[in-house]
């Protein structure tokens, strides 16, 4: 204990410590030295007849076990911490061995590390033991959103497997995905649509770039307010994160009825930042491992 | 010369008053040694920078955490050994502890260890997940907790009464904040209660230690 409370708890801990221990050593070697026991002074119970205690003494490897366990515990708190505020021969804690640990760590893996994060990305995915860490990040970071291999789940986290990037495609944007994470943010638009709005656009969504949608009640909308986002085509916006509306992919599904709820309730998909938690190099393996 | 061995253990064995008061003593020593000191230790009690003393919100939350049982398979302690640092993020502080009364500490890892969940996965994930862990983690052994969903934030007590109790142990809530909590927990479900809960576990640890 670093902090103990004040000197008497320190002098506590030792006083009891070595009371026990002298005790012990009292208790084994009194019994051992003790002379034998006359079986015919001790009144034995019997039970069931003829059943009876036996007054033998423990083997004696059993005491020299003991023993040994007696000069390791004097040894042990001679090196370590253990008799109040005494620090231990040693000077053993734990914050120290974990910083000593670290350095071990670091010594070992700091200059790889530099050297992975600036690799070239082909010549990352060329390398099947670095594609492999780059995989073991992806399910220790990752997967528990995207999927196992990435593959998008739950209507809520994308997939990362297609050709098709809401945020960008680029090593460098999706470096910057990871790094600063995304917000979608697209606000509900029941207030501006009304029930009726909502059902019709919702229509027209589902209908872009057919010919069919030439016309319909809810290109109007559309026009005057989705197209600043997602594109005067609906082929969406990289840079706000805008999807493309005329594509069959969807993140959160493109029956009418989930379609109504984005546009009633809006949708706000959180992409948590990475840059604090994962170092460059670590960075670079995943972005090469989601543009293999 | 009697035997002593004998007659001591005999005498134990024929008291049965003297046998308990034998017990207790020789099992409180350890007690005595590493637990009775802790109580005197100022630095395991007195609130920093790390200690975060729970909203009404998140107190409710932490009492869905404890009736579900979640801290019989989540532990919510980050040993200072590499591995875990690595794992779970920066090792877990006494002072952090000072406002869990229980502490949530657990014993037992079935599930990882939650004390740095706080911002790791967005609201949305945790939803999906406590209503159903199949549908993210196609192999979690998870329960479901579906009703958390649908019961009310306010069926679990008088969170006013829970501040003044927590007050009187020494937790600083303002007569203020305890007149608000019933408001601030109103409309609540007790899945948003428990997701607000896990989204602060360990993010009041001061930058320097991180």
Not at chain 1, 126 to 150: I, K, V
Not at chain 1, 274 to 291: E, S, Y
Not at chain 2, 65 to 91: F, K, M, N, T
Request: net charge negative; charged share 20%; hydrophobic share 40%.
């Amino acid at each position: 204990m670093a902090d103990m409370p004040n000197d008497f708890w320190s002098g506590w801990i030792i006083l009891i410590t070595l009371i026990s221990f002298i005790g012990l050593v009292w208790l084994v070697v009194s019994v051992y030295t003790a002379a034998p026991p006359n079986d015919a002074e001790v009144d034995h119970t019997t039970w069931d007849d003829n059943l009876k205690e036996g007054m033998n003494q423990a083997p004696l490897w059993w005491f020299w076990m003991i023993f040994a366990m007696m000069v390791f515990s004097v040894f042990y708190l001679m090196l370590y911490p253990g008799m109040g505020s005494f620090k231990g021969a040693f000077q053993w804690s734990q914050g120290g061995q974990i910083e000593e640990r670290y350095r071990v760590f670091n010594d070992e893996f700091t200059e790889l590390r530099a050297e992975i994060a600036v690799m070239p990305l082909t010549e990352i995915q060329a390398d099947a033991a670095l594609m492999g860490s780059a995989s073991d990040l992806f399910s220790q970071n990752c997967s528990a959103c995207h999927g196992y291999q990435g593959q998008g789940q739950a209507n809520l986290f994308p997939n990362l497997n297609d050709d098709i990037w809401q945020w960008g495609g680029s090593p460098e944007n999706i470096e910057l995905t990871l790094r600063n994470g995304r917000i979608g943010v697209m606000a509900s638009w029941e207030a501006l649509l009304g029930q009726e709005g909502v059902t019709n656009v919702a229509n027209y969504v589902l209908l872009l770039g057919s010919p069919e949608a030439e016309g319909h009640p809810g290109q109007a909308r559309f026009n005057q307010i989705c197209i600043a986002c997602h594109g005067i085509e609906g082929t969406g916006n990289p840079l706000l994160g805008a999807p493309d509306l005329t594509d069959d992919d969807w993140l959160y599904g493109n029956d009418l009825d989930t379609l109504r709820e984005t546009l009633r309730g809006g949708r706000n998909g959180q992409m948590p930042a990475f840059g604090d938690k994962l170092d460059n190099a670590q960075i670079r393996l995943l972005v090469a491992w989601l543009t293999r | 010369m009697k035997y002593h061995g004998v007659t001591l253990h005999r005498k134990l064995e024929n008291n049965i008053g003297l046998l308990i008061f034998g017990i207790l003593f020789i099992s409180s020593i350890g007690g005595l040694v590493q637990v009775l000191p802790s109580i005197f230790q100022e630095s395991l009690k007195t609130a920093t920078e790390n200690s975060h003393l729970y909203s009404a919100v998140e107190l409710t939350g932490r009492d869905v955490y404890i009736r579900e049982g979640c801290h019989v398979c989540h532990s919510q302690q980050i040993r200072p050994l590499l591995a875990e640092v690595e794992r779970y993020g920066p090792y877990s502080r006494a002072d952090e502890f000072v406002y869990d009364r229980p502490f949530m500490w657990g014993s037992k890892r079935t599930g990882p260890d939650l004390h740095r969940i706080g911002g790791k996965y967005s609201d949305d994930w945790h939803r999906v997940h406590l209503i159903d862990p199949r549908s993210v983690i196609n192999n979690s052994i998870m329960p479901a907790y579906p009703w958390l969903a649908e019961w009310e934030a306010t069926d679990l007590g008088d969170i006013q009464k829970k501040m003044s109790v927590l007050r009187i142990l020494g937790h600083p809530y303002t007569d203020e904040e305890i007149a608000a909590a019933p408001e601030e927990i109103a409309g609540l479900s007790q899945l948003d209660a428990l997701i607000i809960y896990l989204q602060v576990l360990g993010t009041g640890l001061a930058e320097e230690y991180r």
